[in-house]
Nanobody, 118 residues
Framework: QVQLVESGGGLVQAGGSLRLSCAAS????????MGWYRQAPGKQRELVGA???????NYAASVKGRFTISRDNTKNTVYLQMNSLKPEDTAVYHC????????????WGQGTQVTVSS
């Protein structure tokens, strides 16, 4: 079994910054891609950004240039640096990891709330 534990959410004013972290632990041989998704009330979950094991990244158009995703493979941890936050960034942010153990499994964190006030 694998657990993803997120931290770093909170309340911030528009224009501010937050840094999210997500640490994976448990039965892990390696982790392929890791990413962050978000879900706002009444909306579908959407990809925010993802990073491969080798460091290749991709982002949603709405956050490109403001958010940076990175990972530390030695710690099985993924980060999301969020700058110039906007009220429309308000959502629950979920970490995702494609974990290799005896097969490849898709795991999700419990989510962390990010609220941006105007």
């Amino acid at each position: 079994q694998v657990q993803l534990v997120e931290s770093g959410g909170g309340l911030v004013q528009a224009g501010g910054s937050l840094r999210l972290s997500c640490a994976a632990s448990g039965s892990i041989l390696s982790i392929n891609s890791m990413g962050w998704y978000r879900q706002a009330p009444g909306k579908q979950r959407e990809l925010v950004g993802a990073v491969t094991r080798s460091g290749v990244t991709n982002y949603a158009a709405s956050v490109k240039g403001r958010f940076t995703i990175s990972r530390d493979n030695t710690k099985n941890t993924v980060y999301l640096q969020m700058n110039s936050l906007k009220p429309e960034d308000t959502a629950v942010y979920h970490c995702n990891a494609h974990v290799v153990s005896n097969a490849v499994y898709d795991y999700w964190g419990q989510g962390t709330q990010v609220t941006v006030s105007s």
